[in-house]
Structures are given as structure tokens and as C-alpha cells.
């Protein structure tokens, strides 16, 4: 089968290599239907992980079940699935508190921009759609393997829902940041600040629910926040870039006594604890955990209730996989979209 390999920084190819197998008992083999660039894939595509060898990369697809191992009960042959970017058991502690992404026994996918991805854990990990989706639907389903469910985090985390938060702000304008919108807007957030300085991007945040736009960024950008919250700050905010100008700028724009809801994967980040402790602001997130969410974002997706799929701008097939890296590295695409 053929499979997207990271052969140097800045360099990857579709490479025909073995086509895995079920391996252990509770394992699955699923046919991609769909699969993506993640702009995390840029820190290992543009060497700021360091790179040490060729290897598969991706960990966003959806797909049909073509074989499952002898312990599999909860999926079957034909089914259609949502992978999350991340296997777990479904059953240890983490992952019964919520937090999927921990599981003692899994792990972070790294080859499913391929045509056949082998799942471990299947029954822990796969959410089959109700049934065979209409292929309009499969942009909208290909987000909650990893961006929808990372963006809904966020919010979570920053209390967006559960304080009903009069005023959320969003750092970052990529595909999470974007869904990080999406979501703020779903949970009934009265008015969403996107800091955005690229029109597409801009566009897409206003279609998901954001009321206002704010291009500047650092100390203007936060001065244009305190602006328009008549010098009071977001009631939440979320951070969905993860350097350390994200960090220090998502704190200082964060009313007293709200929290930072941060899913940007941390490079080079150092939290401004004095800054934090004089104002009370909190700092909570991480990786997420997106099986978790998958059920709820699956309800409102198949009802098209949300369309997150308005992330993908670019659609190439896996061949123009090196293109799609391109794209995004240069900012042409928010979010790529690979078909087998």
C-alpha cells in the first residue's frame, strides 16, 4: 500500500511500503476513506522536532472496517468509523475519568496518511457513524478525528460551557483555533473575539460565530481586547497556537479570575506565573482528549447542526501529498484534505 513517509525536514513522499496487519486480537484494519495535514505536522515537517529518521506520519482519518481481530465486539466488517488521533483502551481509569488521551495502554497514531491504517485497541478507540455517510458528510466527520475535538477542548477547558462565558477570545487561526470558534459559538457564547490577521481565515471564523475581529497582535493585539471589553478582558479565552508569544498574550488579555484554556502543543513555553498569581488566571488544558468528545460532536454533525468541515480549503488526492505539506507550511491552506 502506499503511505506518507517524512524523509528529511521539509521533505515527504508517498512510499509504497507493507500493508499492516492485525497484529493483536483487538485490533482493526480500516480502509481511509479521508485523511489530513494537522498543523502539527509542521513542527516535525519543518524540523523544529528534530528529526532523527524517515517515518510515517498523520494521525487524522476516517474510514471503513475491512478486518478486526478475534477480541473485536464493538465494531464489525463494513463499518464506517471515526479514528481519533489517539488509541486508548476505554476501560482504565483515565480513560473512564475523561481523559482518553492518557490511557495507560495507548498511544498517538503516526501513519494514517496512508490507505490502510491498522487501529490497536479498536473497541476502545473506533466510533462507527450510525450508518454509511453521504459523501458531503466526510469533510465534517474527518474534523472530529483530532481539529473539532481539539477546538471544543479548549473551550471546555477555559469553562466556555459550563460558565456560559459572556466573552471568549481565541489566540490562533488555524484549523483548531478555527473549531475553537466553532465551538465557543455552539456552547452559546454571547460574543467571540478571533484574532485573526488573514482574511480567508477571517471569513471562516465569522461563518463559525465570531462577533468581532482582531488583526493586531502582542501588546497591541491584547490593547485592542482590553478595547473592545471596555478594559476588562476575555471572560475566557483560548489558546490554540502554543509558542510562548500565544501563551504570554492569551494570559494578558484573560480577565481576573478566568481561565486560559490552552490545546496548542507547548514550544518553547513559559507561563507568566506572577502575572498569574496577581491576577488569578488559570491555565488549563492540554492534549485532547478527543474520543471523549467524538460522540457529542458526532450527534450535531450527523444532524448538521455543525459544519466544521469549512476548515478543509484545499481538497488534493494522496498522490499531491507533498503539495498539501507545502501549502499549509506556507500559509495557502488552512487545512489540507487527502483522498486516497
Known amino acids: 500500500m502506499r503511505a506518507t513517509v517524512l524523509t528529511a525536514p521539509y521533505e515527504v513522499q508517498l512510499q509504497d511500503v507493507p500493508e499492516p496487519i492485525i497484529s493483536e486480537p483487538t485490533d482493526a484494519l480500516v480502509r481511509v476513506a479521508a485523511t489530513c495535514v494537522c498543523g502539527s505536522d509542521l513542527w516535525n515537517y519543518r524540523g523544529i522536532n528534530p528529526f532523527v529518521r524517515p517515518r510515517s506520519i498523520g494521525h487524522e482519518s476516517i474510514g471503513e472496517v475491512i478486518e478486526v481481530g478475534p477480541d473485536v465486539r464493538k465494531v464489525s466488517v463494513g463499518d464506517f468509523v471515526i479514528i481519533p488521533f489517539d488509541y486508548s483502551d476505554g476501560t482504565c481509569h483515565n480513560c473512564r475519568s475523561g481523559f482518553h488521551n492518557a490511557c495507560v ?33 466526510l469533510p465534517d466527520l474527518l ?131 506572577r502575572q498569574m498569581f496577581e491576577r488569578n488566571v488559570g491555565v488549563f488544558g492540554g492534549m485532547a482528549p478527543v474520543r471523549h468528545y467524538v460522540p457529542i460532536l458526532l450527534q450535531r454533525v450527523w444532524a448538521r447542526k455543525m459544519n466544521p468541515a469549512r476548515v478543509f480549503d484545499l481538497t488534493l488526492r494522496l498522490d499531491d501529498v507533498a503539495e498539501a505539506y507545502k501549502a499549509m507550511d506556507e500559509r495557502r491552506a488552512i487545512k489540507v484534505l487527502l483522498q486516497p
Do not use: Y
Not at 251 to 259: C, E, M, Q
Open 105 to 137: 495502554h495507548g498511544g498517538v497514531f503516526s501513519a494514517s496518511q496512508a490507505e490502510v491504517v491498522r487501529v490497536p485497541l479498536a473497541d476502545g478507540t473506533l466510533v462507527p457513524t450510525p450508518e454509511a455517510p453521504d459523501d458531503d458528510l
Open 143 to 273: 474534523t472530529l478525528s483530532d481539529v473539532m475535538g481539539t477546538g471544543w477542548h479548549a473551550a471546555v477547558a477555559a469553562g466556555v460551557e459550563r460558565n456560559r462565558s459572556g466573552t471568549v477570545v481565541v489566540v490562533g487561526d488555524g484549523a483548531v483555533g478555527l473549531c475553537g470558534v466553532l465551538a465557543a459559538s455552539q456552547m452559546h457564547a454571547e460574543r467571540i473575539i478571533a484574532m485573526s490577521r488573514h482574511a480567508p481565515r477571517q471569513e471562516v471564523a465569522k461563518a463559525f460565530g465570531a462577533t468581532d475581529i482582531v488583526a493586531e497582535r502582542g501588546e497591541e493585539g491584547v490593547a485592542a481586547v482590553l478595547e473592545l471589553t471596555q478594559g476588562v478582558g476575555a471572560d475566557a479565552t483560548l489558546e490554540c497556537v502554543g509558542t510562548n508569544d500565544s501563551m504570554a498574550q492569551a494570559v494578558s488579555l484573560t480577565r481576573a479570575g478566568s481561565t486560559v484554556g490552552f490545546v496548542g502543543v507547548p514550544h518553547g513555553v513559559e507561563l507568566p506565573m
